[in-house]
């Protein structure tokens, strides 16, 4: 999260940017106490403007993230909403598991502090932004709040508790290729239906939840000691269990495996899923880019996902 003071000559202006995020490892069942890993996406974020417009005031981002934002920022910093005006800049894509919303609101509410002249604390914001998250997502876990205002990643997140993880410092240049699909995915949906499926499942779905928190908790290992190779079957094991779960698709599926065909060393949705993104392990992004592209899907970017050293 970066906020930053400016002072145009018309007046005080107030900024705030998020950055977008990664589920490695994870999703759905964070929800149940699982451990998941996550990462920030500094090339995609979210940037905010806030300013005291004296009359009436414009927001063009008038969705109810937004909305909910403001209010919340407003009533902590005890400052009038009416007259205010904010303005969103977002490069990331709505519903595809990026933090879209999160991001949005973590950016206004920066904003808006940055305008009051008020710095907030990371447990204030992440607390202000969990907020919006509960209305856009409904039972929200955290992890995306937690996300989108840190500055480094991956992130080890169980239980609202957060903490860095180390990636090994290796001659291997390991990425990951991310890839829309092109098709929306609602998260309040995809956790309603997890929810369902589990209680249907019944020591199954108890089981599942147990393989998918091992599966994170050895992917935290791989990831400091650079078994790359390891974290991408982990990666595509994950993806089974989602599978499973009845959050993937046909088109996360043929992403998925255009991925594997194409060299990745592993590939799972990452986010809600019912459609949204596919990430792809590689040390060869460009065939796997050029086999994802191939498939069916709409863009691509490349995240590194190392080193980061504690």
């Known amino acids: ?35 998941a890993i996550s990462l920030p ?3 995609l974020g979210v ?6 417009s004296g009359g009436n005031a414009a927001r063009p981002d008038d969705t109810a993230v937004a909305r909910t934002a403001i209010a919340a920022v407003c009533r902590y910093l005890r400052v009038p909403q009416a007259d205010l005006a904010v303005a969103v800049d977002s490069d990331i894509p709505r519903e595809r598991g990026l933090g879209s919303s999160a991001a949005t609101a973590a950016a206004i509410i920066a904003a808006v502090a940055d305008l009051s002249d008020r710095k907030l604390s990371d447990e204030t914001l992440f607390t202000l932004v969990q907020e919006s998250e509960a209305l856009a997502h409904g039972n929200a876990s955290g992890i995306d709040a937690r996300t989108v205002i840190s500055a480094v990643g991956p992130l080890w997140f169980q239980d609202g508790v957060v903490r860095p993880l180390p990636v090994a410092d290796s001659e291997v240049r390991a990425v990951l290729v991310v890839a829309d699909t092109g098709v929306a995915g609602s998260t309040r949906q995809a956790v309603a239906l997890v929810r369902r499926r589990l209680a249907e ?4 779905g108890e089981a599942l939840l147990e393989r998918a928190g ?19 079957r982990a990666m595509t ?13 046909p088109a996360v599926d043929g992403l998925v ?14 986010g809600g ?29 490349e995240v590194p996902l190392g080193p980061v050293r504690t």
């Open 237 to 249: 094991a994950a993806q089974g269990i989602l599978v499973r779960l009845g959050v993937s698709c």
């Open 273 to 301: 899923g019912l459609g949204g993104c596919v990430i792809a392990l590689t040390t060869d992004a460009p065939a796997v880019r050029a086999a994802l592209l191939a498939a069916g899907a709409q863009r691509c970017l």
């Open 41 to 43: 996406v500094p090339d």
């Open 201 to 204: 499942l019944g020591a199954e």
């Open 1 to 35: 999260m970066r906020m930053d003071t400016i002072r145009p000559d018309n007046g005080l202006l107030g900024t705030g940017r998020a950055a977008a995020k990664l589920i490695l490892l994870g999703e759905h069942v964070v929800l149940y106490g699982r451990p």
């Open 257 to 270: 495996a255009a991925a594997l065909a194409g060299g990745a060393l592993g590939a799972k949705l990452s």
């Open 214 to 232: 091992q599966l994170s908790t050895g992917a935290a290992e791989d990831l400091r000691l650079g078994r790359f190779a390891e974290l991408g």
């Open 47 to 52: 940037t905010a403007t806030a300013h005291r």
